[in-house]
């Protein structure tokens, strides 16, 4: 149908989209054309020494210790928060999501194959609750630098939000979706169960937001290349580890979703060919030899 390879089509700009922003807009140079710096630049964190000889000084500068934290203590366990709030959002994202997006499509038979998928998408979700308390409280203790204008929490709150709705679209489709099924074993419903329009709403807004967490972790990147926590080294380090593991996942998704919605558009259109047929046949079909009076005759005859 025209509108499943537009809706197709649509999904397969926003993914291709996520992943060529990774190596472009958000991690491009890190002013603004102006020479001043970007939102949420933490300014004196001497970010932009050299680290390439081993001589330049770390990023984690006395600015980063006092001026914000007060005490290195308290800094190294900011830097430590950074990094589980990172890995954890990456995984969420990167790897749980689109997996288990994944696991649906593929054509497998199993009840379990659903409740894997719901199990782990919850799962999943909890933990990137976790991950947003996590930036929030960095975002609030460093506050006084504008890290708050900075798109990267803004949107990560925005996902934050969003998702919690995805599990209840999920569970009303799938209500839906079992009670069709039931009539239309019993004879009430002609029509097979097909997709819900809470359905279309639970896998559409899901695409959405597995595009829009990756887009956010190459904004998270780009933040803490401007922060004390990180070296240019080790910022350039973490985009190419991001940006290869986003894309191949990115591009394993669009394959495997692409050949299910073309499979199942396949399936849809022979089955209504099948419909058309069947009716045409019930109208003005002419018999067939077995059911003519002359076969008829010939199997009483040698029968």
Same mark, same amino acid.
């Given at each position: 149908?025209?509108?499943?390879?537009?809706?197709?089509?649509?999904?397969n700009?926003l =993914? !291709?989209?996520?992943?060529?922003?990774?190596?472009?807009?958000?991690?491009?140079?890190?002013?603004n054309?102006d020479?001043?710096?970007? /939102?949420?630049?933490?300014?004196?964190?001497?970010n932009?020494n &050299?680290?390439?000889?081993?001589?330049?000084?770390?990023? !984690?500068?006395?600015f980063?210790?006092?001026?914000?934290?007060?005490?290195?203590?308290a800094? &190294?366990?900011?830097?430590?928060?950074?990094?589980?709030?990172?890995? =954890? *959002?990456? =995984?969420?994202?990167?790897i749980?999501i689109?997996?288990?997006?994944?696991? =649906?499509?593929?054509?497998?038979?199993s009840?379990m194959?659903?409740?894997?998928?719901?199990?782990?998408?919850i799962v999943?979700?909890?933990?990137?609750i976790?991950?947003a308390?996590?930036?929030?409280?960095?975002?609030?203790?460093?506050?006084?630098?504008?890290?708050?204008?900075?798109?990267? %929490?803004?949107?990560?709150?925005?996902?934050?939000a969003?998702?919690?709705?995805? %599990?209840?679209?999920?569970?009303?489709?799938?209500?839906?979706?079992?009670?069709?099924?039931?009539n239309?074993q019993?004879?009430?419903? %002609?029509?097979? /169960?097909?997709?819900t329009?809470?359905?279309?709403?639970?896998?559409?807004?899901?695409?959405?937001?597995l595009?829009?967490?990756?887009?956010?972790?190459?904004?998270?990147?780009?933040l803490a290349?401007?922060?004390?926590f990180?070296?240019?080294?080790?910022?350039?380090?973490?985009?190419?580890?991001y940006?290869?593991?986003?894309g191949?996942?990115?591009?394993?998704?669009?394959?495997?979703? #692409?050949v299910?919605e073309?499979?199942?558009?396949?399936?849809? &259109?022979?089955?209504?060919?099948?419909?058309?047929?069947k #009716?045409? *046949?019930? !109208?003005?079909?002419?018999?067939?030899?077995?059911?003519?009076?002359?076969s008829?005759?010939?199997?009483?005859?040698?029968g």
């Amino acid at each position: 149908m025209p509108q499943n390879k537009l809706f197709l089509l649509f999904a397969n700009t926003l =993914l !291709t989209s996520a992943v060529s922003a990774q190596f472009t807009g958000w991690w491009g140079d890190s002013d603004n054309g102006d020479g001043s710096d970007p /939102p949420g630049s933490w300014g004196g964190s001497g970010n932009s020494n &050299n680290d390439g000889d081993g001589t330049g000084s770390s990023s !984690t500068g006395q600015f980063g210790q006092d001026s914000v934290f007060g005490s290195s203590t308290a800094f &190294n366990r900011a830097g430590r928060i950074l990094i589980g709030h990172a890995v =954890l *959002a990456s =995984l969420v994202w990167v790897i749980f999501i689109p997996s288990l997006a994944i696991l =649906l499509r593929l054509d497998l038979k199993s009840p379990m194959v659903l409740r894997i998928h719901a199990v782990g998408q919850i799962v999943s979700y909890i933990i990137y609750i976790g991950a947003a308390g996590m930036g929030i409280w960095l975002a609030q203790q460093s506050s006084a630098f504008g890290v708050w204008n900075d798109p990267h %929490p803004r949107l990560g709150l925005a996902i934050l939000a969003m998702g919690l709705f995805q %599990p209840v679209f999920g569970a009303i489709h799938h209500s839906i979706y079992k009670k069709r099924a039931l009539n239309a074993q019993a004879g009430r419903q %002609p029509k097979a /169960p097909g997709r819900t329009w809470v359905g279309r709403v639970h896998l559409w807004l899901g695409r959405l937001l597995l595009c829009l967490g990756v887009i956010n972790g190459g904004l998270g990147i780009r933040l803490a290349s401007h922060s004390p926590f990180q070296t240019n080294k080790t910022s350039n380090k973490v985009r190419i580890a991001y940006g290869v593991v986003a894309g191949v996942i990115a591009l394993l998704y669009l394959i495997i979703v #692409s050949v299910f919605e073309a499979r199942r558009m396949r399936h849809q &259109n022979e089955r209504r060919q099948q419909h058309v047929d069947k #009716s045409t *046949a019930t !109208t003005d079909r002419l018999p067939t030899y077995e059911q003519s009076e002359e076969s008829l005759g010939s199997n009483r005859r040698y029968g």
